[in-house]
């Protein structure tokens, strides 16, 4: 951590508006003398200009800075072998990061953790059916020709889904297309009972995690999760084409929760008090049921021997494969699985730039570093642009730089087992954090391949459109990222994700302290995620063959670092905030109509916010206007604390009605997607409720939702203005 403030808290007083005493003779501002007051004062106030050159210098040097060899390089060390969290290759890997930030001399330490990982012990799958011979499953992936990391490969985890429960199944299988409840739902109105079978689902339209779940909750006694053709071999399959081999199996994490599971709202520091792992596994965010994946291969065999009615049309698989049925059987699937469930150790690297003039205000900067295999995209093109931007910011440092702000940067551990490195190192810090941090900014896989894409809480949406004029489209040099962006929603309006989702780090971020965050990215999907094939070649060839987009990424993610951490006013919007708040109310009007309750106090606290935000915005163009006498650094320092905090405000100490770890009430995310981001969470959750039982309790308990958020959003309104009732 850097050094706590030195004295009055207003440490921004330490800027001089005014040189404090006269410059050395010989140096320009010396000729100043001789000026009247006002323009001697006019000069004097750009001395910073003149002995150090101001933050646009800094900025357009470190955008002309960009290396695409350096981010090859640091992707190529990190991806030599695969390196899964609680492994001695994670170790290294976490080594090379060390040693990459310690030589461009940023602190550096590592923080570990004690927590709950999950390995293979024994898997085996076979198939059979009345008339056929029983086909015993492989559940190898194939090393491809040429390969040139086929020695290390077998140092792979075998594939498995992590957290799902030991066991054995023999049972007939029922295909149930993408595991979603409304597909449950369907196989029950079709009279196909589930109870007892092993569930077959394919992946792709919500988190693996949920799949197992919500066939556990159907009444499967077993899930095995497939990839299929038509979602992820649309055309040649790696290493001619991008697309998942018959022979990749995606692997993941099939827990739904946040964290350690074994410290479930608290911290895994050394010696803490944690719940037994058969306590833990036994949650009702674990799969709890046995589960496996498979190839596109295996599955399709599957589906061949499954009979009963035709599935509908879009369960139906791409040209090419069988038709698909519902089953149950006549296909048997016998499944076995064991796993090991056990506390291994886990480092997060932590990298600090210490701040200046505001070094108790934190600009974070977070990426994970394990990986199911390789990790080439998901996620060290990540960790690659996050060390090559580091690289950036030693070269600022040489030339004088120093954030006005701390820059944090931090490379998270266990990320894909859920969240764990991040979330583990929040819950420790929280009180910190809440008091300190002015954003965090998340990268987890930097390049997937073209296009550009970011989600944000709604303050940073102004600050990521300005910095993305000023980066270059690393495949068009006429374009910037911004002309990229917009070219790829034809509505001309710039597509922001919001941060509701469980996709990555910024979740205890975001969901559980409230601070305003973004996550970026080039290319947003793959088809060879979480498999043996996301290796540096498939980078090479496919991803970013000349690595510019690993640099773009890097160069977006520091410009909007800088901007934080250098400019006076931190360049935050909140009238955007306050359009999203109203667009998110419309859309649970739309649901309420008819029913008996009233949106009305969440139109009314809207209303308001509407009014502080406006009410802000002027109050900071004033600031802005340059005016050496008026601009009091203590008033500056308010200013930034109310635009810091405003996002707490939306957290609430209970959280989430059943999900007391969420405390954001605007952004959770959805109840039956983890990868879903659901804005107002606690009021869709209570609808969902309501609907399906209507009864008045339940709509009663809608009526409660809606008061809550009304009431964080006051407290946001007020603390935006700066005001007390
Ligand atoms: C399932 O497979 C295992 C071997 O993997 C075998 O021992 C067992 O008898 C099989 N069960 C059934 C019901 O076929
Ligand atoms: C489970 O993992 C622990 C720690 O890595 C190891 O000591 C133990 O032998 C493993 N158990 C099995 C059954 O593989
Ligand atoms: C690059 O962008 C320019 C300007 O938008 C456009 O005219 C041109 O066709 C683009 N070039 C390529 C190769 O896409
Ligand atoms: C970096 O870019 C240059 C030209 O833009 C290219 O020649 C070089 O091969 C690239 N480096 C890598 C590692 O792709």
Not at 162 to 185: I, T
Not at 230 to 235: L, R, S, T
Not at 345 to 354: G, K, L, P
Not at 416 to 424: A, F, I, N, P, R
Request: with cysteine.
């Amino acid at each position: 951590m850097p050094p706590p403030p030195e004295d009055d808290g207003s440490s921004s007083a330490r800027t001089p508006l005014i040189p404090p005493t006269p410059p050395p003779p010989g140096r320009a501002v010396a000729r100043l003398h001789p000026l009247p007051l006002l323009v001697a004062a006019a000069f004097a106030a750009s001395y910073h200009l003149l002995v150090a050159p101001a933050p646009s210098y800094y900025r357009s040097l470190f955008l002309s800075l960009g290396s695409n060899d350096t981010a090859a390089a640091h992707l190529h060390a990190l991806t030599l072998r695969p390196h899964l969290a609680g492994t001695e290759a994670n170790a290294r890997a976490a080594e090379h990061v060390v040693s990459a930030l310690s030589s461009l001399s940023f602190p550096t330490r590592v923080v570990p953790y004690s927590v709950l990982l999950a390995y293979p012990v024994h898997r085996s799958l076979s198939l059979s059916a009345p008339g056929h011979a029983t086909t015993p499953f492989a559940l190898v992936q194939d090393t491809y020709p040429g390969d040139p990391y086929a020695a290390v490969s077998a140092e792979a985890v075998p594939t498995f889904l992590a957290y799902a429960a030991s066991g054995s199944v023999a049972a007939e299988a029922v295909y149930a297309n993408y595991g979603r409840p409304e597909d449950f739902a369907y196989l029950a109105a079709r009279g196909v009972d589930v109870t007892g079978k092993v569930v077959l689902a394919r992946y792709g339209k919500v988190y693996r995690g949920d799949i197992v779940i919500n066939a556990r909750k159907a009444g499967a006694a077993a899930a095995v999760i497939y990839t299929d053709a038509k979602d992820y071999a649309a055309g040649e399959a790696f290493p001619d084409g991008p697309w998942m081999p018959p022979t990749g199996v995606q692997v993941g994490s099939t827990f739904k929760g946040v964290g350690d599971p074994t410290t479930p709202m608290w911290t895994s520091s050394e010696g803490c008090e944690r719940v037994s792992i058969p306590e833990a596994m036994a949650t009702d965010d674990m799969p709890g049921i046995p589960a496996l994946p498979v190839s596109g291969r295996d599955g399709e065999a599957i589906l061949q021997l499954i009979g009963g009615d035709v599935a509908p049309k879009d369960w139906q698989g791409g040209d090419g494969s069988p038709v698909y049925r519902l089953g149950p059987g006549p296909a048997v699937l016998n499944l076995t699985y064991i796993g090991n469930e056990t506390m291994a150790t886990i480092q997060n690297v932590i990298s600090v730039i210490e701040g200046k003039e505001e070094p108790e205000r934190y600009i974070i900067l977070g990426n994970h570093r394990d990986a199911w295999t390789f990790g080439a995209v998901d996620p060290n093109s990540g960790t690659a642009a996050l060390l090559e931007l580091a690289q950036r910011f030693s070269e600022l440092q040489k030339k004088g730089w120093r954030p006005r702000r701390t820059i944090i940067l931090c490379n998270w551990d266990a990320e894909e087992y859920g969240l764990v490195g991040s979330t583990e190192w929040v819950e420790e810090n929280r009180a910190m954090l809440t008091s300190r941090t002015v954003a965090y900014l998340n990268v987890d896989s930097a390049v997937y391949g073209a296009g550009f894409y970011a989600s944000a809480t709604p303050q940073l949406d102004e600050l990521l459109k300005e910095a993305s004029k000023q980066v270059q489209n690393p495949d068009n040099e006429t374009q910037s990222l911004y002309d990229l962006w917009m070219a790829s929603d034809s509505s001309s309006m710039i597509k922001i994700g919001r941060l509701g989702g469980g996709g990555s780090d910024y979740s205890a971020f975001v969901q559980h302290v409230g601070i305003p965050s973004i996550d970026i990215s080039m290319g947003s999907e793959y088809a060879v995620y979480h498999s043996l094939y996301d290796d540096f070649v498939w980078m090479e060839k496919f991803g970013d063959p000349l690595f510019r987009r690993h640099v773009a990424v890097a160069s977006m993610w520091g410009l909007v670092a800088l901007r934080l951490s250098d400019e006076e006013i931190l360049p935050f919007n909140y009238s955007t905030y306050a359009v999203e708040l109203e667009k998110g109310a419309i859309d649970i009007n739309k649901r309420l109509l008819g029913v008996p309750v009233s949106s009305s106090p969440l139109q009314k606290s809207i209303a308001e916010f509407k009014r502080a935000a406006l009410q802000m915005d002027s109050e900071m163009k004033t600031r802005k206007v340059w005016n050496p006498w008026r601009n009091n650094p203590l008033k500056v320092r308010d200013l930034n604390e109310r635009l810091m905090m405003t996002e707490r405000a939306f957290t609430d100490r209970e959280g989430l009605s059943g999900r007391p770890w969420y405390k954001h009430l605007i952004y959770a995310p959805s109840l039956h997607d983890d990868y879903g981001a659901q804005v107002y969470p606690g009021v869709d959750d209570a609808i969902q409720m309501a609907e399906r039982t209507n009864t008045s309790e339940s709509w009663r308990s809608v009526q409660h939702e809606i008061y809550r958020i009304a009431r964080v959003i006051n407290q946001a309104s007020l603390v935006l203005s700066g005001g007390l009732t």
